[in-house]
Every structure is written in structure tokens, then in C-alpha cells.
């Protein structure tokens, strides 16, 4: 298996504008995570999807967050309108299991200018 | 909350001398599991250590669980330069993994 993938790698945008950041699980994992990782406030769990429902999305930030699962292979989190402090390091993790380990991807680093 | 936090925040070991790293935490787990993610990589999992369980080896790993102490202990024995890495410890709870701030390791040539 590839892992998990996401895309892209590096997004470079300015305020205002919107962002999608895209992920593939793991074949065969029910389990999907966003997190956000800054060096101030560490790694934070965004949502968390099972069997492509979101069950808990009481980390994303504010409204200009959504993130969608549409089918069990891939998942969407978009911001809009993005601001400066949405720049970070945004990672996806699947899992095959609540309480197994997570599989993360390589993460999209954010900058918005 | 749940979060870890690991101790010490930074390390500087020399090759092939053994790296600890501790981990504390204020309520109840289900696990706890360790990290390692490499500059600008994703993270990785390391090992996973339930709540029933004291002690797990994997390789040249040892992880300790203490839960009547609420803490947690990762021994990197022999170190390598490979090995040089920030480690996360990170406590589940139902299906929430909450980490620490992690432990930056260098291993020195």
C-alpha cells in the first residue's frame, strides 16, 4: 500500500483566497483524522471521521473551516476564506481501528500571505 | 486534558549511547502511543502500549507504562544518527489521540 497521500505538498495563497487540501486513506481503514500543526499550539485534532461520518469536528477553528468524506478513499478540507494564521502544517492519519495506531500522511504545508 | 507532555524538551546524545524520554499525563487512557516524525515528514508510529500493560520492547525500543503515576518512559538504546528525530507520546481515549509537544533528539556523529 502507498499510504496515506495527500495533496498537494506545498500551497502558497493569499489571504482571502480558498483552500483544498486533499487526502486518500489507507485502503481498508475506517477511521480518518485532520490535524493542524504549528509551533505554537502543537498537533490538534481537527475532526475525525468513521465509516466517512464526521463524528467530532469540535477542533476546527471556526466556520471558514468544513471538511467533507465523501467516500471511503477520499477526504477534503477546505478553508474560506483563508487568513494568515491558517498558514501551517496539515496532516491527515487513517487507522483501522478507534483506538490503533494512525498512519499519517506527509502533510501540506500551508502559507498564507 | 488529556494531552502528554513529554520531558526533557530537547536531547543531545552521542552515537550508540541510550536516549530516555519521559512522558506524563493527567487522566485516563485507553493506550499510549509513541511518535517519531523527521524534519518536515509525517509522523510515525512507534509503539503502542495499552493501559493493562507495564513494559513493551520493539527493536531498540522500551517503552514503560506507569499508570498509577500517569507517565510514560521511551529508551532508544544504541542510538544512531537515523535516529535523530522529534518523538511524540500521545494518550487514547475513546478515539482521540491528544500529543505532547514532543522531544526533539539529535544523535551526534
Known amino acids: 500500500d502507498a499510504g496515506v497521500i495527500q495533496s498537494p505538498r506545498h500551497e502558497v495563497t493569499e489571504m482571502g483566497q480558498e483552500v483544498t487540501l486533499r487526502c486518500k486513506p489507507i485502503s481498508g481503514h475506517n477511521s480518518l483524522f485532520w490535524y493542524r500543526q504549528t509551533m505554537m499550539r502543537g498537533l490538534e485534532l481537527l475532526i475525525y471521521?468513521?465509516?466517512?461520518?464526521?463524528?467530532?469536528d469540535s477542533g476546527m477553528p471556526e466556520d471558514r473551516f468544513s471538511a467533507k468524506m465523501p467516500n471511503a478513499s477520499f477526504s477534503t478540507l477546505k478553508i474560506q476564506p483563508s487568513e494568515p494564521r491558517d498558514s501551517a502544517v496539515y496532516f491527515c492519519?487513517?487507522?483501522?481501528?478507534?483506538?490503533?495506531?494512525?498512519?499519517f500522511g506527509p502533510g501540506t504545508r500551508l502559507t498564507v500571505t | 486534558s488529556q494531552q502528554g507532555e513529554e520531558d526533557p524538551q530537547a536531547l543531545s546524545i552521542q552515537e550508540g549511547e541510550n536516549a530516555t524520554m519521559n512522558c506524563s499525563y493527567k487522566?485516563?487512557?485507553?493506550?499510549l502511543q509513541w511518535y517519531r516524525q523527521n524534519s518536515g515528514r509525517g509522523l510515525v508510529h512507534l509503539i503502542l502500549i495499552r493501559s493493562n500493560e507495564r513494559e513493551k520492547h520493539s527493536g531498540r525500543l522500551r517503552v514503560t507504562l506507569d499508570t498509577s503515576k500517569k507517565s510514560s518512559s521511551l529508551l532508544i538504546t544504541a542510538s544512531r544518527a537515523a535516529d535523530t528525530a522529534s518523538y511524540f507520546c500521545a494518550t487514547a481515549f475513546d478515539y482521540k489521540l491528544s500529543f505532547g509537544a514532543g522531544t526533539t533528539v539529535t544523535v551526534r556523529a
Open positions: 492519519a487513517s487507522s483501522d481501528g478507534t483506538l490503533n495506531e494512525q498512519y
Open positions: 487522566t485516563s487512557i485507553n493506550n
Open positions: 471521521f468513521n465509516n466517512n461520518v464526521p463524528i467530532d
